[in-house]
């Protein structure tokens, strides 16, 4: 009988395969690699501990234990793959998988080109699937080719680099076709970086156009954000900690009452909205994408090219 491992992007999804009786072991690897710095990972613990550090001060620790303890079970999941006869990598279309994706597939390039793993890549959310779906995706699986594995690792090399110039070349003028959900997730990402006419990323923009309508609590302004998204990859956490950086920013862009009040535009993010103000001249910036600072030096996206 085949000895399967399973690297999943989360706990619905193992529950998911549990579920389905898809034979094997089953573990996830789930970092969020679109928010905080994503260093080159050529020296592996150095680069847990880097994630593990900024996990840690998010707030995003659970009972699992340490954010380092838990990024080391996961990475030791991952490196354990000759205890098997074969792997599968169960991530999705979306931006929080992808990046994910193409960081599996460098450290298999790097690791064991010669032995790759089965991928399994729907262009739809793998959490709510039913049993039945995924033991069809399952035996729809795929190996991965030698195209996808060095693309992954451009793409991540990329990704991790100071500089977001060999990233924007990618997406614009290299053939992604071999992971086909690839370029829409990367191009996600660039529109996170300022913008030239207001200094918000997309994320702040939607927030800011979201409020303009009506006041909303947080939980519906998570909500009404996600519905904005041709592929939602921002989780909760994720999402009131961007909502938190409006709030408390030296010029807030946003405002509540109280705790529990609903959230409103301010006077400075109507013009912010507007672009009669800039964001980051007015606030600053201090944010990681991928291996990116900004901070003194900042990058902005005009939806063709990062000008700084």
Do not use: C
């Not at 550090?53 to 009972?63: H, Q, R, T, Y």
């Not at 193409?102 to 959310?125: C, F, G, K």
């Not at 041709?230 to 909502?243: I, Q």
């Amino acid at each position: 009988m085949t000895r399967w491992l399973h690297i999943v992007n989360g706990q619905s999804t193992a529950e998911g395969l549990e579920q389905a009786g898809i034979p094997g072991d089953i573990h996830e690897f789930a970092d969020v690699l679109h928010e905080g710095p994503v260093p080159p990972d050529d020296d592996v613990e150095a680069w847990l501990r880097v994630r593990a550090k900024f996990i840690a001060e998010a707030g995003w620790e659970d009972a699992r234990g340490s954010a380092l303890e838990v990024l080391q079970e996961w990475q030791r999941a991952l490196e354990s793959f000759r205890d098997y006869d074969d792997v599968v990598l169960w991530y999705e279309h979306d931006l929080f998988d992808q990046l994910l994706l193409i960081r599996h597939l460098h450290w298999w390039w790097t690791h064991a080109p010669l032995d790759p793993p089965w991928l399994v890549s729907p262009a739809a959310y793998l959490g709510p699937m039913g049993p039945a779906q995924l033991q069809a995706l399952f035996e729809a699986r795929e190996r991965v080719t030698e195209a996808q594995l060095t693309l992954a690792s451009s793409a991540w090399q990329a990704f991790t680099a100071p500089e977001p110039t060999e990233l924007v070349r990618i997406v614009m003028h290299e053939n992604t076709g071999d992971l086909p959900h690839l370029e829409g997730a990367l191009r996600r990402l660039l529109e996170e970086y300022p913008s030239p006419e207001n200094g918000l990323g997309r994320t702040e923009r939607q927030i800011l156009q979201i409020l303009e309508l009506s006041p909303l609590n947080s939980l519906d302004l998570f909500a009404a954000n996600a519905a904005r998204e041709e592929r939602v990859f921002m989780g909760d956490l994720t999402f009131f900690m961007r909502l938190r950086r409006l709030l408390e920013a030296r010029q807030p862009l946003v405002a509540a009452e109280s705790k529990n009040a609903p959230i409103k535009l301010t006077d400075t993010g109507r013009g912010v909205l507007a672009g009669e103000l800039d964001a980051v001249e007015i606030n600053g910036i201090d944010q990681w994408i991928g291996g990116v600072h900004l901070g003194e030096m900042v990058w902005r996206w005009n939806g063709e090219e990062v000008v700084s």
